[in-house]
């Protein structure tokens, strides 16, 4: 299944189609674009334990490791948005062929956050002198919660640049019938504005200092949800100087929550532009989906090894990030396939992403080596239905207990706050700590 998903997600030819182009400096010579990315592809999906292993197994590799390296470090970023955004596109009709149900009836939802990379190691030589962590860079991604697919990213290099520049270049993508969901971080006059022109809707939280608003209305009466009491107002901007038409009207949700969040929040605000018939209770409760990108970020840096650490340079690192990514949504499509495949034997099944990697990981190379690529090839072109169908075949296959997820119980408070010296480098003996505990157990 994962092969066929990747052939038809990523084959080859396309690859080096889009590198040619979306590349401003880079070019191709003896080493083609489509066989970096199936080396980054090996690593995320745990295949090989890094990009220098992956290489050495590689049968006819046409350079030398310094030239691979050397060009794996000079991938632009505009290179690796067109991938995702490519690579999404020829997986949405596949998904919606197996089944795929809107949150909102009539609109898109796109959900943007950032992601930073971790301090990598301080392999290169002018990173050696410094004390502070190396911060390779960050990434601006766009996920689609009905789909389960990354729609966009945008890479950035510099990773003290502020993610609001970054998110202004998103906007080019913003259509009318899409909702945007994000964080107060996102919550400035010239994105609300710029989804407002492009006639996209927004679910936004709100900022405790921007932006400034002129007029607000009356409170509406609370109503009862499951997270606590949803009242809205209308609200109106501040004009500005660069002001030419009257500000918009929008709208503020209120939710008095249940239970106060992590940071002891009471209450959450949202603004939104959304028309009048769909409600407030309606916005809350699309606005809890953006909780979905965070497990994401998380199943990116367990299951798939999205944070390399011993890329430090910033366009090497953003490399493994985008080749992670390429490899969730293949991912992605796959639980959908098993969930729908045994949606009546087994309802409610929920597949775990981290299982199926396991089974990718541990089947993978086996199976290249009985089958040779010639047999893949004729995926690449078929019809988003006819893989559709394949899919959901193989998937029929699968045995749904070792793919599925285990359900645990709620997490227990741990004893926290800082303890001597003495006490947290004091060495014990595992046969004597269980020894007294087997003898104090009731």
């Given amino acids: ?184 971080h996102f919550c400035t006059r010239t994105l609300l504005q710029g989804w407002q022109q492009r006639q996209a809707g927004f679910i936004v939280r709100e900022h405790a200092r921007h932006p400034k608003l002129d007029n607000t209305g009356p409170w509406s009466e609370a109503v009862p949800t499951e997270t606590g009491q949803v009242r809205e107002q209308a609200i109106e901007l501040a004009a500005t100087q660069e002001t030419v038409l009257a500000p918009p009207s929008w709208r503020r949700i209120e939710i008095q929550l249940q239970a106060p969040t992590e940071a002891g929040d009471q209450s959450i605000a949202l603004w939104s532009n959304l028309p009048a018939s769909i409600d407030a209770a309606t916005i809350a409760q699309l606005y809890r989906k953006r909780w979905r990108i965070e497990g994401l970020f998380g199943r990116l840096e367990s299951v798939l090894h999205s944070e390399i650490r011993t890329l430090g340079h910033p366009r090497a690192a953003l490399l493994g990030f985008a080749a992670a990514v390429l490899a969730f949504n293949v991912l992605a499509l796959l639980k959908r396939c098993v969930e729908q495949a045994h949606c009546e034997r087994a309802p409610g099944l929920d597949v775990s992403t981290y299982h199926l990697g396991v089974h990718v990981a541990s089947d993978y190379q086996g199976m290249l080596i009985a089958l040779p690529s010639e047999v893949w090839q004729s995926w690449c072109e078929a019809s988003s239905a006819e893989v559709a169908q394949h899919l959901l075949r193989l998937a029929g296959t699968v045995n749904p207990r070792s793919v599925a997820t285990a359900k645990r119980g709620p997490k227990k408070e741990k004893p926290g706050g800082y303890v001597a010296g003495a006490v947290a480098r004091k060495q014990l003996s595992t046969a004597r700590v269980l020894k007294q505990a087997a003898g104090t157990r009731p």
């Fill in 1 to 184: 299944m994962t092969r066929v998903a990747l052939e038809h997600a990523l084959p080859a030819c396309w690859v080096d189609e889009v590198f040619q182009t979306s590349r401003q400096r880079q070019y191709p010579r003896e080493l083609l674009f489509s066989s970096v990315v199936e080396l980054m592809m090996l690593v995320s999906l745990g295949l090989r334990p890094s990009l220098h292993a992956a290489a050495k197994k590689m049968a006819q590799l046409p350079v030398t490791l310094a030239a691979l390296y050397d060009k794996v470090k000079r991938t632009e970023p505009q290179v690796l948005r067109a991938l995702v955004q490519g690579s999404a596109a020829r997986l949405q009709p596949v998904v919606a062929a197996v089944g795929s149900q809107p949150s909102l009836q009539g609109w898109q939802l796109r959900i943007l956050d950032g992601n930073h990379l971790p301090a990598s190691d301080k392999r290169l030589a002018p990173l050696r002198s410094h004390r502070g962590a190396a911060m390779p860079g960050h990434t601006l991604v766009v996920y689609d919660p009905d789909s389960a697919l990354v729609t966009d990213i945008l890479a950035c290099e510099d990773a003290h640049e502020s993610e609001r520049v970054g998110a202004a270049t998103l906007l080019q993508q913003a259509q009318q019938g899409q909702v945007w969901i994000a964080d107060r």
